[in-house]
């Protein structure tokens, strides 16, 4: 078979780095002007990956790093995508809200609570529009209500900040866990499976959380004044 | 009795010290990625560019730029792969200025990493066989380019390069292939007229 045939699969032989096969082999062995050829592919192929091989492992300068470490401090970081920010904050408001929620429900300001209960000594969040009869008690009849036996508690014992208009839920926290908080806040900005893991577990959470009965407070006596006058006790303030 | 405080948490995520704590955050990490990928970001510029002065330049500006969109490049395969491709468009962009071709043409003649071959000949030979090789880089097709650059380059595997690249390992090896045997096409004719290294 003349040679010619015997050139693409030289060079093909040459380019993989596999050894010649079958009838190339055979004839590379009776051929020395194809054997010669060959060997002088499988050269240039060595040549080509070693001036490679030069060209893409340049030593790097040790000014690199040094010097992007400097533009660094003249970079920002771009914030996450604007849509993606309101969704974690208001997930994780939501949740710490329910939370707050749940941990505050026995003490919280219904018409029937600042009737029976009178004076709360419980903090009670008031967040405009969680209110549930916001046309009988307005939230700040409530917090009147609930603070009047005793104005100085709520001054003394909370430090309350007043809500500016925002879509932000509010809750309550101790201070010193105020930037606990805070931070955890913005790890759920990033970390969109804390955040998860988070949601996933409120509602089991929830059973635990609920404890009705830690606070009871026995039913008013209502007795018909002496004189024989039967007005509920409230009426009687009235007129006064 | 415990002070409690009314606070809306997502104001306060927003506040001055949160961003700076999530911008110190942000920086230690990038630190980690800049000591792994920075050498790479250099080595695809450097292999574009042919001079040390520029390829650092570029590399620099790519490693700026990952930094700036770093929130969406925290992956470490994304953030690698995102580096690689804009160490090579920043080194290409920078190529097809003339007024960098002219100063680079001048470097040409001193390759960065050869080993020292024994005689004075055998240096001028293997330099201007290197010279030609990369001129003939220059004129492969990019894709075929960065595979060869990246697959030259000690410490990434096939798979690595796919992932970099953002093709099936398939392809990477058939653009190797094809990309060494054009090389060879081109430096053939060369090769016959001077001494290889
Ligand atoms: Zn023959």
């Known amino acids: ?19 010649p096969q079958g009838a190339l082999r055979a004839h590379l062995t009776a051929c020395d002007s194809c054997r010669a050829a060959f060997e002088q592919e499988q050269s240039l192929f060595t040549a080509i990956d070693s001036g490679l091989h030069a060209a893409a492992n340049a030593e790097v300068p040790p000014s690199l790093l040094p010097r992007v470490r400097a533009g660094l401090d003249e970079v920002a970081v771009a914030p996450p995508p604007r849509w993606l920010q309101p969704l974690v904050f ?16 026995p003490y919280h300001a219904t018409p029937e609570n600042v009737v029976r209960q009178g004076p709360v000594f419980a903090p009670t969040a ?13 939230a700040a009849a409530a917090e009147t209500a609930s603070t009047g036996a005793n104005p100085s508690h709520t001054a003394r014992n909370s430090t309350f900040f007043h ?16 930037e606990a908080l805070a931070r955890f806040v913005a790890t759920l900005s990033q970390r969109s499976d804390v955040a998860t893991a988070f949601l996933a577990q409120t509602p ?36 006064r | 009795m415990q002070e409690l405080v009314l606070i809306q948490p997502g104001s306060a995520a927003r506040s001055e010290w949160v961003r700076e704590a999530a911008q110190a955050d942000a920086r230690r990490e990038f630190e ?8 790479l970001a250099y080595r695809v510029a450097r292999g574009v ?14 490693l700026l730029r990952a930094y700036r969109g770093f929130d969406r490049l925290r992956d470490r395969s994304r953030f690698r792969a995102w580096l690689v491709r804009i160490a090579f468009r920043l080194a290409l962009d920078r190529l097809r200025s003339a007024k960098r071709r002219e100063q680079r043409d001048t470097l040409w003649s001193q390759p960065a990493h050869l080993p020292p071959p024994a005689t004075a000949e055998d240096i001028a030979v293997s330099n201007q066989f290197q010279g030609h090789l990369e001129r003939v880089l220059d004129e492969l097709p990019e894709k075929l380019r960065l595979v060869l650059l990246l697959s030259a380059m000690e ?36 090769a016959n007229t001077i001494k290889m290294p």
Do not use: W
Not at chain 1, 90 to 105: D, N, Q
Not at chain 1, 163 to 178: G, I
């Open chain 2, 49 to 62: 560019l042919r001079n040390a002065a520029d390829a650092e330049d570029v590399a620099q500006e790519a």
């Open chain 1, 126 to 138: 008031i967040t405009p529009g969680t209110n549930a009869n916001p046309g009988k008690i307005p």
């Open chain 1, 1 to 19: 078979m003349p040679c010619e045939h015997y050139k693409d699969a030289l060079t093909e032989a040459a380019a993989t780095g596999v050894g």
């Open chain 1, 163 to 178: 809500p500016v208009a925002s879509s932000n839920p509010q809750v309550l926290v101790p201070a010193d866990e105020h």
């Open chain 2, 155 to 190: 410490g990434y595997t096939i798979d690595e390069i796919a992932e970099m690249v953002g093709v099936p390992t398939g392809t990477v090896k058939s653009r190797i292939f094809i990309a060494r045997k054009k090389l060879a096409e081109k430096l053939r004719c060369h």
């Open chain 2, 32 to 39: 980690e990625r800049l000591r792994e990928c920075g050498p």
């Open chain 1, 204 to 239: 089991e959470r929830k059973d635990a959380l609920v404890s009705p009965d830690l606070l009871q407070i026995a039913d008013i006596e209502i007795k018909p004044l002496e004189g024989g006058e039967a007005e509920a006790s409230h009426s009687v303030g009235e007129k």
């Open chain 1, 90 to 105: 208001a997930s994780a408001g939501v949740a710490l809200a329910f939370v707050v929620f749940l941990i505050a429900r």
